[in-house]
């Protein structure tokens, strides 16, 4: 399933309300008494998805669903470039926003390694890769990823399996390799 | 990609779907089966394989969860610091919203410690909205509402609130820890309706209500915190971005459009509350759920009724059975998705619960006055001869039950005034017979609990006999208001019935017909069909297809439809009255089926059709043996609502005067049921020029109504006060009226016709008093709403459009208004409707003032003879309004002797019908004066 148009152009119109409510989620979670919670990004969607319903009209639950998660790809991984050039010392063309959330180094790295290797998954199986989009960068569960690509929960389960087998090759994350004859 | 790397990757994924399916030892046959020579493939697999399973710490979570929050280096403002008279004595925590401490009054008059809640800098609106919104908060001072004592602007431009410091924990908490019984609970939450009810009547939404929110002290009462926070720190109107404030598990589905929040999502959020405090789980659990799955859950999903989620509970707090029924009933009611189908206030969501306790009727299983859910079967029903027989003899104590019956049969053209007698006792004690007579009630339910138990003892070897009584017992019990009782014979019966597979099918019937009455009453429509079809698989296997219980069942049928569309719906009903008419012609079921069968009609916007059905089901009511007049007033108004649409005038108001009298005689004139129909029935009068006999209606109708009104009923019967002050040239006592109810409309969003109404009658008399600006906006800001939201030929735009040209031609905007007038006249196609005349009337001003002689007489002219046969809606002012113009016309032109009898007839009508300070009337006279005096004879 390939990405139109239409989808794009919702996903760019995404990218700057989701990133402005990942900044006040991040706020907000700054102001939490305990430490170390992890972010609620769970509201994040709910104020986006009003904005683009009044804005844009569009009631299409797969559409949203796919653009949502290409814009949050392309959100983590802006996220990571500037912490990645933050860590050199700055000097880069994007200046990190005061309440950006924040991603350690070795998590900047990871989530660009991603992205790439996802590019190169796309290549060969861009069914697998849109996958591992919805999945990984958009955080839905399997359920939703399978009513955003059109299939069966089965099938997405099964594909989940295979994209990431290829991507933790691809990555050098697997375990060390047993003794195979 | 190139064919050979496609087919290269063909072979990859082909190999990885059987590798999933194959345990570890398994793998490298099937990988050598795949690979064949082909070593790197090999080698590639051999990889893939290994990587197939185990968990990833990476991979398996989804990406966001790697992000942080910005880090904090922050750790509060220190000991000692001073904010106003306050000084800082330590952090208490951090909220949403900005930093919480804890301080003290230190100005040597007076030690007081209290909360300070310092907000963030971009979290704040504009600081002059916030100091203006905390004297409205401030002046909250209710014992369930955390006090806002002080306020202001720390000199870094942050707002702070100092708040009464409570000490106590989250609602849901503290009855869990003591595993609190309904009745704590449910007033508990009664003492947060009423802190809820107590702001709202200062306007006051708090927006943000959740159990988080809602405390209980040591002393075991309840503090609402952050009332009113929400609305201090709000954006101006219109601003770029709405920053929203509230939590999405606890908001009403409307704040997710981004609308101005109304009382109505606070009674949403006491909803949601209710239903956590009787499971002590969350009503919308999104916490836990991925992005998408939130969505979805929030803005698609209905919450499960209490008593459902709580079967879903291994371990639930409160027992299923407690919840099911009225509480689920109640839940479901504040949480309707549509804001006006909710409880209109927290006091009035309190009130039901409180006649819950009472076991007495509850409203959300009422429905609105118009909709008759299971009516047929809950009415008193015609209670065979000998069944009241037996009953009466076994509460007499009678041991001879034999003996008693043969008498029975021998006196049986007594049985009827029995009958009768009996239902009139039972009748008495039911609130919704309109009666004089003392309630007998404790004699009816104490006659009743003698009786049940002995019917089992005695009929236990007589089990048709056994169930017939059950039945009608557990149906006066339903009358009653005896919930439990109700149910548990209901049960009983079925019990009964069941003994003996294939018999007792119609009693099991008309069980599960009950059922589906009460179920959908509830709104679980879903529920209420799956009993309608338990009903018809049992009717028809007793082989009673042709009976008063299918036409029974047909009434259900058709009032569980109400999805299906109008034909299905009136098709159920039709068989319905059919099957009456052949098996009982007198029975109760029959009046309801004829009533839905109008309101059929009537939704599909035949008004004719619906008149014949209503005067049907009036005329059933006449000779029906017992009689529900809350029906009858139901019926009444739906005739009028009809005849007024058809333009029936003194029909309509016929009927309303009815439907009023019934509701006086019935609930009283302290209740809201009866302001809105009494107030309906006023400006009928109104409107057909019986101007003091209207405004001593309105008068009487108010005094028994608190001042300013409290409920929706309350503002709506003010909405038709309002209309004829307006009408009859009383600005100035309209106005501060109208402006109130204009706030109360704005904040809850009924129909929009009731808010854009308010705005026509606001514009109306700003014009008259001469307030040119507002009048423009207000007038303007109507019109342009409903050439938004309704076609040109509907009548209210049309009447809106031609106010708003009368005005502009006021202003000499006369080319708009020419325009405008022209659109409305177009817009009549031949019905003939008021407005048409109005606008030919302003077409006719508008010739004059451009000097056109012969357009200004022939319009003006059309205009009065457009009058004459009028259709539709109506004022007898506006006849009074296009003599007078015709006048001014004439006299405008030297005709003073043909001028003199319009405005004769102008005032004939003005003087009675416009109030003695109205403009209209003095213009009228003036123009009088001036013909008389220019043509004396």
Redesign the interface.
Known sequence: MSLDETTRRTADSLVPLLYDDLRRIARRARWQVSAGSTMQTTALVHEAYLRLRRSEGFNDGPHFLRAAALAMRQILVNLARDAIAAKRGGGAERVPLDDAPELPAESASAILEVSDALDRLAERSERLADIVECRFFGGFSDEQTAQAMGVSDRTVRRDWIKARAWLRHELGLAADLPDVP | ?NDA?AAH?QR??AA??EL?DLP?AE??LA?ARHAGDDAALKA?L???????G?D?A??DQ???????????SDAGLPVGHRLGPWRLLGLI???????VYRAERDDGQFTQTVAIKLV?A?AAGAAERFQRERQIVAGLDHPGIARLLDGGIAPDGRPYMAIELVDGQPIVAWCAARAAPLAQRLALFGEVCDAVAYAHRRLVVHRDLKPGNVLVTPEGRVKLLDFGVARMLDAPAGAATH??MFT?GYAAPEQ???ARPGTAVDVYALGLLLHELLVEQPAQP??Q????????Q??QQDPLPPSRAARQRERPPLAPALLAGDLDAIVAKALRRDPDARYGSADELHADLQRHLRHEPVLARRGNWRYLAGKALRRHRALAGAALLLLLAIAAGSAAVGREARLARQQAERATAVQRFLLQVFAASDPRTASDKPRGQITARELLDAAVPRINAEFAARPELRIELLGAVSRIYRELGEKARYQALQQELLDVAQTQPGAFLAAQAEVWLDRAGDVLAASDIDLARQHVATADRLITQAGLDDSVLRAQWWVMAGQTRTLDGATERARAFDQAIALFERHAPHHPGKVTALTERGLVAYDGGDNETSLRWYRAALQAYETTVDRDDGEAQTIWGNLGQSQLNLGAYDDAEASFKAAAELARRTYGERHADYWVPAAVHARLLHLNGHRDAAMRMFDSLRSGMPQPPVDAEGWESTANYIDCLVAQGSAAQALPLALAAERYFALKPRTQGSLHRLWMRLGDAQDQLGQTDAARRNLEAAYRRYVDTEPPSRQTRMAATERWARFLLGRGEEAEAQRLFTEVLAADQGRGLAHAALAQAGLARVALAQGRWADADSASRGALVRWQQVRGFRDVRMGAYLHRTRAALLLAHGEAAAARPEAQAALDISSSADAPEASSLAETRALLARAVAAAPH
Not at chain 2, 62 to 72: F, K
Request: aromatic share 4%; hydrophobic share 55%.
């Open positions: 990609m790397a990757w990859i994924e990885l779907d999933q570890a793998h490298a990988i590639e051999q990889a893939l394989a290994a990587a197939l185990g990833d990476l991979l989804p990406a966001a969860t790697l992000l942080t929050p910005p880090a904090s925590g951090r909220g949403g919203m900005g930093e963030r971009d920053e929203l999405p997710f459009s981004g999104v916490a759920l991925s992005l998408a799955a939130a969505l979805q929030v803005l």
